[in-house]
């Protein structure tokens, strides 16, 4: 893990500034000789820089994309808490944590961040720049604010703006966290038992019908309590909280509501598509319900240079971390073909 810090004042998309910024990211592998071997990933809502560790199928030794061959980054997004700037930082203007007072981002803020760190870096192109749901609104938004930089796309489980569902159900996961009594305390602590109910929100929308029926049925019908499905969520619930923060949750589901990339560019959707001119590779999952097919598909039609595959999984929206066997035959033939 490696720290780097700007120091100058970073202007946010909502025209406040940050008085600088920290960016905790990971690299593996070397750079070759031509600087020509950048594979940049871009991480989803919850996770972190540490790309080989929650892609394991996918990224590290022997694997398709291989730190012998490449050179991976992947940055924590501001907002989070694993490092880089977010509501848990030090506000230097009180020297206190600045919980609830940090502002607002968006999408395209956490891609000025990576683009500051591509820089310091001394990364002049990207030769793969890769990301699945959230990290796909970064990879997209990329795309059109460094045209000339980035090389080829792969897009998985994504969507060029956010839909009216994917905003209420983090509608309705922020109402949970603001349902917690200890919400908006000036703790780290706050809002732990409104973000298990957020989790178990998402978890409901990362799976699906199928799976949930199939992973998690109770075969007794003696049975009038503590059910398999119940202890599942609550699991989920306990597993986010430990190792997430709720303030975090609540700001970066606000980044994804406003997920949109024709905003300030063009009239239409359709249009900003138009002008991601990159090669690219998109890929659905038919099971998926947060990031539909229909939205798959759509990309396909108005990016020029776009292919599209979709892939049969039970495993819902999760499908992008989980079908790495799949994703490898895929992305490994399209990138010899590309």
């Known amino acids: 893990m490696n720290h780097f810090y700007y ?191 957020a989790r178990a929100i998402g978890i409901l929308t990362y799976r699906n019908y199928g799976i949930l029926v199939k992973k998690q049925s109770d075969h007794d019908p003696e049975k009038m309590d503590h059910y398999k499905a119940s202890s599942y969520i609550d699991y989920q619930g306990d597993k986010l909280v430990n190792r997430f923060n709720a303030y975090c949750y609540w700001l970066l589901t606000k980044a994804l509501d406003s997920h949109h990339l024709a905003r300030g560019r063009y009239p239409v959707i359709e249009q900003a598509l138009r002008n991601i001119t990159q090669k690219t590779l998109i890929m659905g999952i038919d099971s998926d319900i947060l990031c539909p097919l229909e939205e798959q598909r759509f990309m396909a039609r108005h990016m020029p240079a776009a292919e599209l595959v979709e892939i049969d999984s039970a495993y819902g929206h999760d499908g992008f971390m989980v079908e790495t066997e799949k994703i490898t035959r895929y992305l490994g033939d399209w990138l010899k073909r590309s």
């Not at 020509?36 to 030794?61: F, K, R």
């Not at 009180?94 to 683009?115: K, N």
């Open 7 to 197: 120091g100058q004042p970073f202007t946010l998309e909502s025209g406040d500034s940050l008085p600088g910024i920290t960016i905790v990211y990971n690299t593996y592998g070397a750079l070759n000789e031509d600087k020509s071997n950048v594979v940049w990933v871009c991480h989803a809502l919850t996770a972190n820089s540490d790309t080989a560790h929650w892609w394991p199928g996918l990224i590290g030794v022997n694997k398709l994309i291989d730190p012998r061959k490449y050179f991976i980054v992947c940055a924590n997004i501001l907002g989070s808490c694993y490092g880089s700037t977010g509501p848990l930082s030090e506000n230097p203007q009180t020297g206190r944590p600045y919980y609830s007072h940090f502002p607002r981002l968006t999408i395209r803020d956490m891609v000025g961040a990576h683009i500051l760190l591509r820089q310091h870096l001394g990364i002049g192109r990207i030769h793969l720049l890769m990301g699945g749901s959230m990290g796909g609104y970064q990879a997209l938004e990329w795309a059109l604010m460094e045209k000339d930089v980035i090389g080829r796309l792969f897009l998985i489980a994504t969507s060029p703006t956010e839909s009216a569902w994917g905003i209420a159900i983090h509608t309705a996961q922020r109402l949970a966290i603001e349902a917690d009594p200890s919400w908006r305390d000036a703790s780290p602590e706050a809002g732990r038992n409104g973000l298990k109910a």
